[in-house]
């Protein structure tokens, strides 16, 4: 059991809301100091007043600080642990719950929360003469069950999860305890005017079940501080709490019952990340199929021009065109979507392929993986969907299985991976009403560019823990790959997922219920 008496500890967050509920039980449970972040224009400053009133002078500190902002974080970061002359505990408490707004909410719940976890990493570790502590990351039980109502924060959980579970493979090195804590439904403010926060696309297809939402059953917020103050104490490295037990993500198990047959014949398709690598030998493969036409999406600097002229050699005019476009940014992708779709008069296929593998560049790492595949969805979601008059389609979205498995080399590639997963399985539970088919294909380490100079691609932090890269499984040839991925689009039943790996035949991965994968405390 860990004892929280006379620990330091940083809470971001905290001026309201789960975050002022875990000071509180913190200082009432003996913690020494606590420093409570959150916005300038917070009510910082009298909540830490009101904390001081009760519990003491100089127990609770406030510190003002946007964590989005990196220089921000790490001044806030140097002053806490100055004032403190050290740091035992982080809760990274601070997120928001709101779909309409895709870029704060990835930028709060998944970079700022990756960039607090580091830094903490960093000052903590027994790698750096530090003498570890504890990282707790908030993720919410939508990272255990994808709910269709708020694909892009189930997004932003599942990175949280993903995350955490990576980072927590180095504790033997760091001593740096992490673990999550997944809370359900909490009458806090963040579920106010619930129906607001349910992003534009989505609202038309949900308006007749918002009230069951309103209407569940919810917890207060004392019982998700008193699971906190349990986990602290009594949760292993690597675990993930509800509010009222311990959930380890187990192996999912193998299955391979597929009763659906869809044609690419004729279909027309969009591939982005498609000028070389594994995007390019998609393209190959649904022509080598049928299917009508490609749009061969990739950046102005990327090989796209000589890409699509070798497939119109093999294939025939017209059947594959380039449209150069930087996806990460919204107004290019967004003119990308209406050119194609005036081009081949619709959209039956996306497949979302663009990403990159490269832990020392967080920023865009998350805007790439995380971001622009959820706008591509999304954008896809309305041009296909029956309920924007569409005739429905099919949205491919590549993971990896490192969104299914942590990989402690490189945590926050894992991240954006598990965002993909929590995404899409939250996207394709809309399908009834949309009839826009949502899958997920995962690959193995396969031999592309994208894992040459791996090394290289491991952050500073992991980088200064251990050298030896997780890396070592079998490695499959992009063929293997691209042969899953027609295989996926033809037979994958709504929400699956798919693995590739090995040279072998691919296989679905089963999700059951988080309440099934529950251990006791």
Request: proline share 2%; with cysteine; charged share 20%.
């Amino acid at each position: 059991m860990y004892d929280v008496r006379d620990k330091t500890v940083m809470i971001t967050g905290a001026a309201g809301g789960l975050g002022y509920k875990f000071v509180e039980i913190l200082l009432r449970n003996g913690a020494k100091s606590i420093a409570m972040i959150d916005l300038s224009t917070s009510n910082g400053q009298n909540a830490a007043a009101t904390l001081e009133n009760e519990f003491g002078k100089g127990r609770a500190v406030f510190v003002a600080c946007d964590v989005t902002k990196a220089d921000d974080l790490k001044k806030t970061f140097k002053k806490v642990i100055d004032t403190f002359k050290g740091l035992d505990i982080l809760i990274n408490s601070a997120g928001i719950f709101n779909d309409n707004y895709l870029e704060k909410m990835i930028d709060l719940n998944i970079k700022a929360l990756i960039h607090t976890s580091m830094m903490a990493f960093n000052y903590m570790g027994k790698h750096k003469s530090g003498k570890g502590g504890v990282i707790v990351n908030i993720a919410s039980v939508a990272a255990l069950d994808p709910g269709h109502f708020f694909p892009i924060y189930g997004a932003s959980k599942y990175a949280v999860l993903g995350f955490s579970q990576s980072l927590a493979n180095m504790y033997d090195k760091t001593g740096v305890r992490v673990i999550i804590m997944c809370p359900g439904l909490t009458a806090t403010t963040l579920i106010i005017n619930i129906n607001s926060k349910i992003c534009d696309s989505i609202r038309p297809i949900v308006t007749n079940e918002i009230a069951s939402v309103e209407n569940m059953p919810k917890q207060t917020s004392d019982n998700v501080a008193l699971g906190v103050l349990n986990l602290i104490q009594n949760g292993k490295n690597g675990a993930t709490w509800l509010s009222e037990e311990v959930s380890y993500l187990t192996e999912g198990e193998k299955f391979q019952e597929i009763r659906i047959m869809y044609d690419v014949k004729n279909k027309t398709v969009m591939i982005t990340g498609a000028a070389s690598g594994l995007g390019y030998k998609y393209a190959e493969i649904l022509l080598r199929n049928s299917a009508r036409s490609i749009a061969v999406i990739d950046l102005p600097t990327s090989n796209g021009q000589n890409a699509v002229a070798t497939l119109e050699t093999e294939f025939g005019k017209g059947r594959a065109i380039f449209v150069a476009c930087d996806v990460t940014k919204p107004d290019d992708l967004e003119k990308t979507f209406k050119k194609i779709v005036d081009t081949f008069e619709g959209l039956d296929i996306l497949i979302n392929n663009a990403g990159m593998l490269n832990d020392k560049y967080l920023e865009e790492t998350i805007d790439l993986n995380v971001k622009a595949l959820i706008r591509g969805s999304m954008l896809a979601f309305d041009y296909m969907g029956k309920h924007k008059g569409g005739k429905g389609g099919v949205i491919v979205n590549i993971a990896s299985i490192f969104g299914l498995q942590p990989n402690y080399s490189f945590p926050i590639y894992s991240a954006s991976k598990f965002a993909v997963l929590g995404f899409s399985q939250s996207l394709a539970g809309m399908y009834d009403k949309t009839g826009v088919r949502v899958v997920i294909l995962c690959p193995g380490v396969t031999i592309t560019t994208l894992i040459s100079n791996i090394a290289d691609k491991v952050c500073d932090s992991i980088n200064a823990v251990s050298n030896n890269i997780d890396l070592k499984y079998s490695r499959q040839t992009t063929d293997n790959v691209t042969l899953a991925m027609l295989e996926l689009i033809q037979k994958g039943e709504n929400q699956a997922a798919w693995v590739s790996e090995d040279n072998q035949s691919p296989y679905a991965v089963d999700f059951p219920h988080y309440s099934k994968r529950s251990l006791p405390v």
